[in-house]
């Protein structure tokens, strides 16, 4: 399997993400790793109509993603995998799942969270769980587009 990329972005599919990184990446498939939406056939439906016709996607729970990278199952595609919290991405690192580099894309504004940038804000707990991924020496990019400067969270955040 080719990961192209692997994002954060709270918003999971929209424009950022199919045009920007889409028209950059040519991915053959994007998959939406949330284990609410995969159980909810209502918002399953909704992000399944948001990807291009020429991009599958596949909207799986943690547990069936790693299950899916660890077996190679999209070995032959080009994949671009978006989770909605850096929560998600280190359950699936516990699970099995490796990664080189994680972009962070969005992360917006909520109650008791700090501006890093102006599209990524965070709490303790997002700081906690990008130390752990640091730990795990997976390198984190906060870009917004594939034309946007890159930033090193790691150092954004010290």
Not at 37 to 58: D, G, M, Q, R
Not at 93 to 107: D, H, P, S, T
Request: glycine content about 4%.
């Amino acid at each position: 399997m080719s990961l192209v990329l692997v994002r954060i972005d709270d918003r999971l599919i929209h424009g950022q993400v199919t045009v920007g990184w889409g028209s950059f990446l040519s991915p053959d498939k994007i998959l939406l790793v949330s284990d609410e939406i995969a159980t909810n056939e209502w918002e399953k439906e909704l992000y399944e109509k948001c990807v291009p016709f020429n991009v599958k996607i596949s909207i799986l729970s943690v547990k069936d993603a790693v299950e899916g990278l660890i077996n190679n199952i999209y070995e032959d595609e080009r994949v671009i995998l978006l989770a909605e919290s850096p929560a998600a991405i280190v359950e699936l690192v516990n699970l099995g799942a490796v990664f080189q580099q994680v972009n962070i894309g969005g992360m917006h504004y909520k109650e008791s969270k700090r501006k890093i940038l102006p599209y990524v804000y965070v709490d303790e707990q997002d700081i906690q769980d990008f130390r752990f991924l640091e730990e795990h020496n997976i390198e984190l990019i906060c870009q917004d587009l594939p034309q946007a400067k890159k930033e090193n969270l790691s150092e954004l955040l010290t």
